[in-house]
């Protein structure tokens, strides 16, 4: 599965962005896709992920109720819809794919994209 991350840019403080993850190779409707975020300097963390069904979804505690994901698995698609943003939200976002497991950790998953660069202004 090949994974390609895309939407990122740069926004004011209160914007918003719609990330996507489009994938190729393979179907995804199988796989619970998760988004992480990895700021300078840090380690790559969870931001929120979705089961292969969009039964059950994820969202670490700082992005509750201003993010939402979603999934399209007819279009093998994922989004990250982000609303509210901070500067705090400033990161490269990653998408990636995993075929079960904690959906919080990042060893779960088998296929990472590239990352999208989002910067927040304040």
């Known amino acids: 599965v090949q994974l390609q991350a895309s939407g990122g840019g740069l926004v004011q403080a209160g914007g918003s962005l719609r990330l996507s993850c489009a994938a190729s190779?393979?179907?995804?409707?199988?796989?619970?896709i998760g988004w992480f975020r990895q700021a300078p300097g840090k380690e790559r963390d969870f931001v929120a992920a979705?089961?292969?069904?969009?039964?059950?979804?994820s969202y670490v505690d700082s992005v509750k109720g201003r993010f939402t994901i979603s999934r399209d698995n007819a279009k093998n698609t994922a989004h990250l819809q982000m609303n509210s943003l901070k500067s705090e939200d400033t990161a490269v976002y990653y998408c990636?794919?995993?075929?079960?497991?904690?959906?919080?950790?990042?060893?779960?998953?088998?296929?990472w994209g590239q990352g999208t660069q989002v910067t927040v202004s304040s």
């Open positions: 990636a794919a995993s075929t079960g497991g904690d959906m919080r950790g990042a060893g779960t998953y088998d296929y």
């Open positions: 190779g393979r179907t995804i409707s199988t796989y619970t």
């Open positions: 979705i089961t292969w069904r969009g039964d059950l979804t």
